[in-house]
Each structure stands twice: as C-alpha cells, then as structure tokens.
C-alpha cells in the first residue's frame, strides 16, 4: 500500500514538474560569456571606484557596452588581478546581481543566492516591500519557514602552501523571523566560525538575527556585529539599514562582523576560543581574527576554463579573434529536486576552484597570500544529515587545476510518515579538472566509500551512463596522520541549535587517481583504457580537509550508495532532453 501512494504521489509531482522542466533548464543549464575585448574600457575602468562610474555613465546608452567593460576589469597594467565590479543603488552600495552573468564569469551555481527570508530593516524600507514581506511571512508560515526550524550556513576554505596552513571560514544562520508561540525561536542565531593554523577555532556569534542579510540571486550576505563608533555616521537606527557596502566602506566602518560578495571575503572576529565554553558571546579565552580577500572563481559547478595560464591565455586568444562565446553549463550539486523542499538539508557547492588574493591576521600572526586556492558551498534546510562524510582538496602537488570534492550521508526520505524505509544512504563525487567536470552521482552512477570513525577516507565512483555523457572511474583515499586529532566544530542540530556535532582537519593526505572506461567485448563490460595514460594518475596532496559528522560511529561505515528506483527517474527527468 505504501508503494502505491508513493508512487501516486511522485507521480503526480512528476506531472506537474515536468511542465516546468524544460524552463528550469533553459533559466539554469546554460550562460554565454562574450568575451569581445575594449582596450578603451581598459584603460577607464583601471580601479574599482573608475570602473563604477563608467559604467554607471553607460548604463543608458548600450547594455552590451556595459557588460564588456564590466568583463574587461579583470586585469591591470601590471598584470595584478582587480576583482570585478558590481551594480551600484543610488547610495553608492553594491547591489544584487540578478540574471548578469556575463559579469559573473558565467560561473554562477544554482542556488547561490540566499534560502531563508531575511529579518534584516533594508528589506522593508518601502510601502511595496513591507506589503510582499507580510505576504511572504503568511505563506512561510504556511508552509515551511517561520513555522519549524530552518538553518542555511555557508562554508569557504582558503589554502596557503607556502605556509603549510588551511583556514576554514563558516557563517550561518538559523531560525531568522521564527516565533514558537508567540516567542521568538531561543535557536535563532547568527554565527561566524574560523578554523585556522594547526587546527585551531574561533567564533563570534550574535542572537540579533535583524543584523544579518543576504541576495536572493547572487551570492552575496553578511552581518554586522558592531559599528565602529564614529559620530558623522549617524546613528544606530540608520546603521542598521545597511546591507551590503563596498570593500572600502566595509574596512572603514565595521568593528566586527563578516561580509561576502562574488568577487571578495572580509570579516573581523572579536571572540573566543570555540573549542571552550559555548558558542555565544563571553565564553572561553578571548580570541581575533581579521581578514581581507578578493576572489578569483575559477570553477562553480561544472564545465569552466582550465586554470593553466598557458591553456587559458591561448584560449582566449583564439576566442578573441574568432569573436566567438563560451559557455559554461553550472549544476545543482543534489540535482534540480534541490529547487524544492523534498530533501532535506540540500547541498550545493558554489565554488569547486577558486583563487584568493589578500591578508589575514590570526590572534596577531599575519598570512599574506596571492592566487591562494579557495573553495565554498552552502547548506540550507531544518538540519545536518543524522551521519555523514566529507573531503576536500583543491591544492596538489604538480596538479594546480585539480580540485575534487567527495561527500555523503543518510537522509530521511520524502513521505517517510508512510511505513517502511524512511531514510536512504547516498554519496557523490565531483572532480573538475583541465576544464572539464567529472561528476559521479547516485541518478548516473555508482559509487561507494569506506570511511573510519578517524583517521582514513575511501571513495571509488565509476559512470558509465550514456545519457550522462560520462564514462569514466575515480578512486580517492585520504588518510590523517596518527597526531592529527582534527578539532570538533558546531554544527546546526534540530533541537538544540548549534552544538558539537563534527570532528575536521585540514591537513589529510589525499591521493586521486581518475581513468577514462572503453568498452571490453570480452568481458561485456567498460574497464579502464588499457592503452591511455590515467587522466589523473596518482595525484597528491598534504592539504585535503576531511570530515566525519553525526553519528555513531562505532565502526568503520562501508556503504554503496544506492537510490529509491523511484525518486532515481524522478530526479533523472532533466536527461530527457539531453541528447546521448
């Protein structure tokens, strides 16, 4: 009987969003990136307050012109890297970015933009803006937000080779605008987290979910902490109406606090220790932290330009001259069903392989780095997996354009009030390399991972799906040393709000192996290419960050990732319309 409901159900979902289906893949598979040159915009847009005001002054004559000048900012005389600028409002602050991918990079992931609905004064500053918000508040209540927990948090990791370091930055916030009976949510919170040298931890965090903001398209959020006092400012109710500022206003006015856009990092940490006492204010040994970083995305989700600067350089030059278009095509790291409150907590990754420029002082030491690997992602939903694993690397010996990222864990599965099996154990793999993105998902392909409650890391993913468009097999193995303990982190939980609830580190040693299958007549089976080279053969790295979360682990979790038959057609959908 349960199968049948289910499938009744699914089905009826499967109706309804197939009508969608093809919009969801125009709106989200494909972006063109022109990449016609404008030595003029060049020479005028050389800073970034310049290169506003250009493109400001053009803004009315030819919407085309704008965005070349926008692209054309990416560089300086000196061959120095000038991140990108953004769309201004009338009080000179960046604003959200929309649909401009073009100025994006055309790197751009599905769900970059925020999940929850933000409690923070900007958003309800006018007749119109109030009148949606309390629609919005209804419907939330209705349906999910403001009437049951909700957590969206957001995790980058910056690594420093020369150093031997890794620093991991966190943000979060859980419970905005929920009220339990009339009283606001006591889980609700904005929180900061570092992991920074020999796996050390800091957070910062405040109950005030008002101060914190964020796009509903692009990426781009923060919250202030504290202002700096300064009385020409004006004062507090008029400070709280700000969101997102300039780099420049940014370092001039906050005394603590975090902000991210698509093209930079900053933050400053007044707090403690994390790995003593909570994680609210005045708990543990007093510790800071500053930061200032301009970013460089190099991959999202998806296909990109290699990082080789040789490959890349004549890439564009043959482009230039062809005057033609790239395109990139970016993926929801869960598949399109992510678009929807179906599994919950949803996973994207928003940038597999980024570059990071800029300084950072942790507890008085400073970090100064340029073109530094750099990676994100994001969660959102009511909670964590109940178990999980994950690894990430994007800094390898002799391999600087590989970056791979592995994870998995048990969800409860949609209707899972109906009797039967309410959870299902999956995993995935994701590798981008030269260009190219090797994906190895539970809809196309098989995969499975050995993981210990510490200390070692197995995951081996094979595709041979024709729709798909992939055959291909990788093999990762990722070990810590005996004297690398990682450090516990908070994690949001569903009833008790932020808690330990995971064991990192950044220093795993990670080899990647990934071959190319053809197909064995004798053995009516794809196998690795007997006579090509390994596309990645035996790649490594001291730098990898590994992860174990839940629980319990008592044991070592082998597992092959195996999907509902059900939701597996459901999710594959979107392949219809791709061609073999």
């Known amino acids: ?36 040159h404008n030595r003029q915009s060049s020479k005028r847009c050389s800073s970034f307050v310049s290169t506003q005001i250009a493109c400001l002054r053009h803004a009315s004559t030819n919407a085309a012109d704008v965005k070349i000048q926008l692209l054309s900012t990416s560089s300086t005389n000196d061959g120095g890297y000038v991140p990108p600028p953004y769309p201004l409002d009338d009080n000179g602050r960046p604003i959200d970015i929309k649909s401009n991918q073009q100025l994006l990079g055309g790197l751009q992931t599905p769900h970059s933009g925020r999940k929850f609905t933000p ?60 009220y339990i009976k009339g009283e606001k949510s006591p889980l609700t919170l904005a929180c900061m987290q570092l992991l920074g040298p020999d796996d050390t931890y800091l957070v910062q965090s405040d109950e005030d979910d008002t101060k914190f903001w964020g796009w509903k398209y692009a990426q781009g959020f923060g919250c202030t902490f504290e202002w700096k006092d300064d009385e020409e400012d004006g004062d507090d109710s008029t400070k709280r109406h700000i969101a997102a500022m300039t780099p420049e206003e940014w370092r001039d006015r906050v005394k603590s606090g ?17 790995t003593l006492g909570g994680v609210k204010s005045n708990q543990g040994i007093a510790g800071t932290a500053d930061y200032d970083i301009s970013l460089r995305p190099v991959a999202g989700w998806g296909q990109y330009s290699p990082l080789s600067s040789s490959q890349l350089q004549q890439q564009q030059t043959n482009e230039f001259r062809a005057a033609k278009q790239i395109s990139y095509r970016q993926l929801s790291t869960a598949g399109w069903l992510a678009k929807f409150p179906v599994f919950e907590p949803h ?46 690397c994007n800094s390898f010996d002799d391999y600087p354009d590989l970056s791979f990222t592995a994870g998995g864990g048990i969800r409860i599965l949609p209707f899972s009030f109906l009797p039967g099996k309410r959870t299902e154990t999956l995993g995935l793999i994701g590798i981008h390399y030269l260009g190219n993105f090797y994906e190895f998902v539970p809809w196309t392909s098989e995969s499975e991972w050995e993981v210990s409650p510490w200390g070692m890391w197995k995951f081996r993913g094979r595709c041979i799906d024709n729709k798909g468009g992939q055959k291909y097999e990788a093999d990762i193995v990722v070990r810590t040393d005996d004297d690398v303990p990682g450090v516990l982190l ?54 990898c960050t590994v992860e174990v979360g839940g629980g319990p682990w008592w044991s070592t979790w082998k597992v092959k990732s195996e999907m509902s038959p059900i939701l597996k057609k459901l999710i594959r959908l979107p392949y219809a319309f791709r061609k073999s």
């Not at 900053?266 to 403690?272: E, K, N």
């Not at 928003?350 to 002082?361: D, I, K, Y």
């Open 347 to 392: 996973w994207q990754i928003t940038m597999a392989h980024a570059r990071a420029t800029g300084s950072l002082n942790w507890n008085g030491t400073v970090y100064e780095f340029k073109d530094a690997p750099f990676y994100g992602e994001k969660n959102w939903g009511g909670a964590f997996p109940t178990k999980w694993y994950w690894s990430q």
């Open 1 to 36: 009987m349960r199968h049948l409901v289910c499938s009744v159900l699914l089905l009826l979902c499967s109706s309804w969003l197939g009508v969608h289906c093809k919009k969801l893949l125009q709106k989200s598979s494909r972006v063109s990136l022109p990449l016609h």
């Open 490 to 543: 908070r994690a949001p939980t569903k009833e008790e709000g932020m808690q330990y609830f995971c064991r990192d580190s950044g220093f795993g040693r990670a080899v990647v192996n990934l071959w190319e299958l053809d197909w064995d007549e004798e053995s009516r089976d794809y196998v690795r290419s007997p006579n090509k080279p390994p596309l990645i053969d035996n790649a490594t790295s001291r730098q």
């Open 258 to 274: 975090f902000q991210i856009l698509p093209f930079h990092l900053q933050g400053r940490l007044d707090g403690h220790d994390g």
């Open 119 to 178: 409690t923070h004064p900007s958003y309800n500053n006018s007749t119109s803006s109030r009148r949606k918000s309390r629609l919005r508040s209804k419907l939330s209540r209705l349906f999910r937000r403001n009437n049951r927990r909700f957590t969206e948090g957001w995790y980058y990791r910056l690594t420093l080779p020369e150093y031997n370091e890794s620093f991991v930055f966190i943000f979060s916030i859980e419970d905005a605008g929920r």
